[in-house]
């Protein structure tokens, strides 16, 4: 009995080129099969390339013998899931720009080179043996030492430099020596497990006032669903509280945050309040850092290594492993609208996203923009208000002057010279 031919199996891809069309090419019957979201690398012409699987076909508009094989797949299992796939199609659509230079945004540039894969991650380290049996007392004198064992006695299982360094405060060069002494081992990196510590916190979260707490307890209360929250309020009155009381009712569930600003320069006074407060993995991923610093944070994230997210306007697209929340501080600014390749509104992509992954999303301001007031007004939005300064804070006094007419010194009237 004769076997009947086994059909042709083609990966169509999308490619970084500015061109609206997919590209197919053969793979071989002993290749195992990947699956959509993975990189493939390819030839292209003269050049080699890296592209995103978007289907496998049995049939192509170009005659078989035509068709190049593919070099290699770099994924296995894919960096991109269905819903990280379906999100950056209707980018593609909704802003009618090609579907491989949008796949292409989606990545950092260190995983855009088929020189690189995802082995190149942060390195993961488990107890020995011998460290597993260590006697903690014996450590009484050494409290670095002390901390690092304890934690990963307690947890068992080989975690990354960012979560021991955020847990237990442990720098390279104690890493080092409690792996010269065999205590400590750098292993494979595994795949993570949701955390959920009863110690989340470094320090305590502060009293909100009413409109404060009605925030945090209307976007809590969401979690899990799709809203969009505009929660617009006056210059010092506690938004970043908020936020951080919300972070919280997430990270207690297991689940990831994105934190978007739309400034570099406002990034390190947030990430520095966000260490303060939280016992969690942080990544930060903008422009000013290296091309590997980005890569490392983009992986932590995808792979569920970091539980919070702080970024620019590029780290829109990083895959969440298990989302949760997502957050735009200053959603009004112009930079969050990419003027250049893509032009695309981060603000307006990050609701579609939270849709698709059926999260909050919440959108911050102290002058909200046109389009989030809209929104707002028509219910689209729900819309929370924060109109007093919280704590201690006083509102500056106004008054109005009419200065024509009057002269000055230094550029400054009289009445703005005198004191009180």
């Not at 919280?248 to 739309?262: E, I």
Request: proline fraction near 7%.
């Amino acid at each position: 009995m004769t076997t009947p031919p086994q059909p042709n199996r083609i990966y169509r891809l999308a490619l970084p080129v500015p061109l609206y069309r997919l590209f197919d090419y053969l793979i071989d019957d002993s290749t195992p099969l990947a699956q959509p979201g993975a990189r493939i690398e390819v030839p292209f012409g003269k050049t080699v390339h890296v592209g995103v699987l978007i289907e496998i076909a049995t049939e192509s508009e170009v005659k078989l013998d035509k068709l190049k094989p593919i070099l290699r797949v770099l994924d296995y299992p894919p960096l991109l899931a269905k819903i990280d796939l379906d999100l950056l199609h209707w980018v593609s659509r909704y802003y009618h720009h090609p579907l491989g230079e949008v796949m292409n945004l989606a990545f950092p540039k260190l995983l855009r080179s088929p020189a690189l894969s995802t082995d190149y991650a942060e390195p993961h380290y488990q107890l020995t043996e011998v460290g597993f049996n260590l006697e903690l007392s014996s450590l009484k004198r050494s409290r670095k030492q002390h901390a690092v064992i304890a934690f990963l006695q307690q947890h068992r299982h080989a975690v990354n430099v960012a979560t021991l360094t955020c847990q237990t405060q442990a720098t390279p060069a104690l890493i080092k020596q409690l792996c010269a002494k065999e205590w400590l081992a750098r292993v494979a990196p595994v795949e993570a497990q949701p955390l959920l510590s009863p110690q989340l916190l470094k320090s305590p979260i502060l009293s909100a006032n009413a409109e404060q707490q009605a925030a945090i307890t209307a976007v809590s209360e969401q979690l899990g669903k799709f809203s969009v929250f505009l929660l617009e309020g006056v210059t010092g009155s506690g938004k970043t509280e908020v936020y951080m009381q919300i972070i919280q009712q997430a990270l207690t569930q297991g689940l990831q945050v994105l934190v978007l600003v739309p400034e570099i320069s406002l990034t390190p006074q947030l990430e520095q309040r966000f260490r303060q407060r939280f016992n969690v993995a942080i990544a930060v991923s903008h422009s000013k850092l290296t091309d590997k610093q980005r890569g490392l944070a983009w992986l932590s994230i995808q792979q569920g290594h970091s539980q919070i997210l702080l970024g620019t306007r590029s780290a829109l697209f990083t895959p969440l492993k298990w989302p949760g929340l997502i957050i735009l501080d200053e959603e009004h600014d112009v930079s969050f609208k990419q003027q250049d390749g893509l032009r695309f509104s981060a603000r307006d992509v990050a609701v579609m996203r939270a849709k698709l992954l059926n999260i909050p999303v919440v959108l911050g301001s102290a002058t909200p923009s046109l389009e989030s007031l809209h929104n707002a007004i028509n219910r689209r939005y729900q819309h929370l208000h924060l109109p007093q300064r919280a704590g201690l804070a006083i509102t500056p006094e106004m008054v109005l002057l009419d200065i024509r007419n009057k002269k000055s010194r230094t550029r400054f009237i009289a009445t703005l010279m005198r004191r009180n």
